[in-house]
């Protein structure tokens, strides 16, 4: 199929996509989209070869190059080999362990509010309703702007223009056109950048000042204790790109996957009733943790994990040049009958007992790449879960399923996931 066909097909049915190209060609296959090609992986041996790999010849920050001129040279994303390391170990202590679960009180305040907004009766988009709350979680426990703060208004501002910004079609075909290398040089997203960088420097500076940072829980406090292992801290340019990259990869993704799991459950009544009268009766989190895992499985967020290869490897018997792209693909993965029995059946209760295998289970990437917010995105949807089924009755505005649509890199429910709360 010629590169233009396939890119068109890809963007309008994704998924459908690769299950033909898998159908036709096996496990692993050659795709054109764009500019860009990749060879697509879907046998767990596979994913489990790029997810061990070395990580200097499997490099992650060279495919995600794309997201250069939004989260700048530092972030931890576009990072590979020592550079990487050294920044994953700064900020994965703010999203593990006690310090994470510190903030479920929070979150839960947030969704109940959220939850008392939304109309009755009605049908209603709950994705943007999603967008705002998520957007609020990252203002209040990633940034650490209190409520009361005068710069809460102005950072809520910036940032919504921010994240519409980047996910507006116009300004990615301008990235498409410039390169990401050359649309940063050329600063054509400056009038995006410059106003949110002015805030988020002030909300540093002042943060800088205080004196109660050993007592705070906020993301942005516990960097500003954090120490390279020269003893040096993070500069103002770290802080920065960190900053807008938890920004975008945990608004947008967190958003999205809560509202599928809203869209699944209305459309699943006996899922959604077990939920919900296991939350209010205060039985524990084994469920509604399967609801987020079976959300996921069949309705993962991203489509692919990227490395490029800085050497040749032979994965699945093909011998792969040096340069080339290999992508584990999620969605294939996760639809694997022989791993999956009854795949695109939505089953929260197979999860029950079941510990997921990284190699078969891979919303959030793998290995050393593993998102190091996954912890605290399932924390917060079990939060925000919890909070909307102890306060409404839900069921679905319409009884088809709705498509799979794109926002930019994200897979969204096509309508915006309508609902009823009653």
Known sequence: MPRAMQTVGWLSRPFQFVERARATYGDTFTIHIGRDTFVVLSDPADVKQVFTGDPAIYHAGASNIILLPFLGHKSVLLLDGAQHLSQRRLLLPPFHGEKMRRHVGLMTEIAEREVASWP??????????????????????????????????????RLRGFLESTADQREMRKLLLYGPERADKRRIFAHVLDPVDKVIGEVIADRRKRDDLEDRDDVLSMLLLARHEDGTPMDDVELRDELVTLLVAGHETTATALAWALERLTRHPAALERLTDEVRAGEGDEYVDGVIKETLRLRPVIPFVGRRLSEGQTIGGFDIPAGARVAPSIHLVHRR?????????????????????????????????RCLGASFAETEMRAVLGAIVANVRLSPARPENEKVGRRVITLVPGRGAEIIAA
């Open 337 to 369: 009958e022989d791993v999956y029995p009854n795949a695109a059946a939505f089953r929260p209760e197979r999860w029950l007992g079941v510990r997921a295998n990284p190699y078969t289970y891979l919303p959030f990437g793998g290995g050393i790449r």
């Open 120 to 157: 009755r009766g009605v049908p209603f988009a709950v994705h943007p309703r999603m967008q705002g709350l998520t957007l609020e979680v990252i203002m209040r426990i990633v940034f650490g702007v209190d409520e009361g703060d005068p710069r809460l208004a102005e950072l809520r501002t």
